[in-house]
């Protein structure tokens, strides 16, 4: 049976580091319903602190200063040790389940577990920031079955561990490659790149290759185009001149193709469609970069740092994703301490409170696959300059996980 101290260890190897023979076709079915369960602590934020301080024989208040505005996931997490437990994952989600039965429990269980195995049960429990986690998962699956999110956990299991070959039916995706060449024979001006759907065989596909379920059961017709938000975000239009009952077709461009490019500069998120002998492509005014908010920092003692990145969401930076790194950067260390930031602090999540804004490339290596890549810290940048999440979710699937 899966203990949390196993969990633990598989779920900070993924996606990258965790071999298939490294773990089991029923662990991973363990996982899968853990990290997707909705049915955690069975009592409230607050009532868990004032158990706390109950336990630590205080007041809730000094709780609360004790905690001074950090997320009380790291609270918990520095009540646990080095040691791991031999708790099963069954045994410790029937506790969180049936917290609101037992008195004393907290402080126990704290200490004994790890902090590792501390830093991913609260995190569950508390649901705090627990989208980063379950994809780790979801993102090692994509990996090593070399299927996208299109196949149901099965399929993906069934390829990984039985040897399932999987027919494609549909010709395969191909995403939208950087246009390098010179005068294209077409071109469309998009005004958010983010908003490019795939049309083609009887399906509709967002940006990144994953099935769009709004428009695919709509889909009348055999057309292969490319379709897109108009600049007022009022409809779509599309690049092909079949009707399509969810957009308009739209004519290319007849402008001359260099004085168009001076559309770049007034659509930081714009870009020209391309279609160049049979085939599309995208130029826009950037790189393969994001930026985006450090939010926190962990340091896993032997096993370097992970920091959770956010990107904007209708105005507010919401965490996307976790980025672990090996050794921390002079720059980004300078960053930190000039923001009271200790990196060395092992274990703890630490948050980062005034505002660090950090550029990434999503970048392909041969061990790491595509994943995003820290570049530096942009000093000059603030929250406004965050990039926003349907960038992040356009550029990388959302499934980044590095």
Request: hydrophobic share 35%; charged share 20%.
């Given at each position: 049976m899966l203990t949390l101290a196993r969990l633990a260890d598989l779920v900070y190897q993924m996606p990258n580091k965790l071999l298939v023979k490294q773990i089991t076709k029923r662990e991973c079915r363990e996982i899968w319903d853990f990290v997707h369960s909705t049915n955690r602590l069975s009592i409230s934020l607050h009532r868990l602190k004032s158990?706390?301080?109950?336990?630590?024989?205080?007041?809730?208040?000094?709780?609360?200063?004790?905690?001074?505005?950090?997320?009380?996931?790291?609270?918990?997490?520095?009540?646990?040790?080095?040691?791991?437990?031999?708790?099963?994952?069954?045994?410790?989600?029937?506790?969180?389940?049936?917290?609101?039965?037992?008195?004393?429990?907290?402080?126990?269980?704290?200490?004994?577990?790890?902090?590792?195995?501390?830093?991913?049960?609260?995190?569950?429990?508390?649901?705090?920031?627990?989208?980063?986690?379950?994809?780790?998962?979801?993102?090692?699956?994509?990996?090593?079955?070399?299927?996208n999110a299109g196949h149901s956990f099965d399929i993906h299991l069934a390829v990984i561990f039985d040897g399932l070959q999987v027919t494609e039916t549909q010709t395969p995706f191909k995403k939208l490659e950087a246009w390098e060449g010179e005068v294209p024979e077409k071109w469309w001006f998009v005004t958010d790149c983010a908003t490019l759907k795939y049309v083609g065989d009887g399906i509709v596909r967002n940006?990144?290759?994953?099935?769009?379920?709004?428009?695919?059961?709509?889909?009348?017709?055999?057309?292969?185009?490319?379709?897109?938000?108009?600049?007022?975000?009022?409809?779509?239009?599309?690049?092909?001149?079949?009707?399509?009952?969810?957009?308009?077709?739209?004519?290319?461009?007849?402008?001359?193709?260099?004085?168009?490019?001076?559309?770049?500069?007034?659509?930081?998120?714009?870009?020209?469609?391309?279609?160049?002998?049979?085939?599309?492509?995208?130029?826009?005014?950037g790189t393969n970069s994001l930026y985006a908010q450090l939010l926190t920092i962990q340091n896993l003692n032997k096993g370097g740092y992970e920091i959770v990145i956010g990107f904007s969401d209708a105005g507010e930076v919401v965490d996307a994703t976790t980025h672990r790194i090996e050794t921390i950067p002079f720059s980004l260390d300078n960053a930190l301490k000039r923001r009271g930031v200790n990196a060395n602090i092992r274990h703890a999540f630490q948050p980062i409170e005034q505002c660090l804004v950090g550029k990434f490339n999503y970048t392909w290596t041969p061990d790491g696959g595509w994943h995003l890549k820290f570049v530096d810290v942009e000093d000059t940048m603030g929250v406004d300059d965050v990039d926003d999440i349907l960038d992040y979710f356009a550029m990388t699937g959302g499934e980044d996980e590095s």
């Open positions: 158990q706390l301080a109950k336990e630590c024989g205080v007041m809730l208040e000094r709780i609360l200063e004790v905690a001074d505005d950090r997320p009380f996931v790291e609270i918990l997490t520095m009540e646990s040790g080095d040691v791991p437990s031999t708790h099963t994952l069954k045994e410790v989600t029937q506790l969180m389940r049936n917290a609101h039965l037992n008195d004393k429990w907290i402080l126990p269980f704290a200490d004994s577990i790890s902090t590792k195995e501390a830093g991913l049960i609260w995190r569950w429990a508390l649901d705090y920031r627990w989208y980063s986690k379950r994809n780790r998962f979801k993102n090692w699956l994509y990996r090593h079955s070399k299927l940006r990144n290759g994953t099935l769009n379920p709004t428009f695919t059961p709509m889909l009348d017709s055999n057309a292969v185009c490319w379709t897109w938000e108009n600049p007022t975000g009022t409809s779509h239009w599309h690049s092909h001149n079949t009707p399509l009952p969810f957009s308009k077709a739209k004519e290319p461009m007849t402008n001359e193709w260099h004085e168009s490019q001076v559309l770049l500069e007034s659509y930081a998120k714009g870009g020209f469609l391309i279609h160049h002998e049979t085939n599309y492509y995208l130029l826009t005014n």
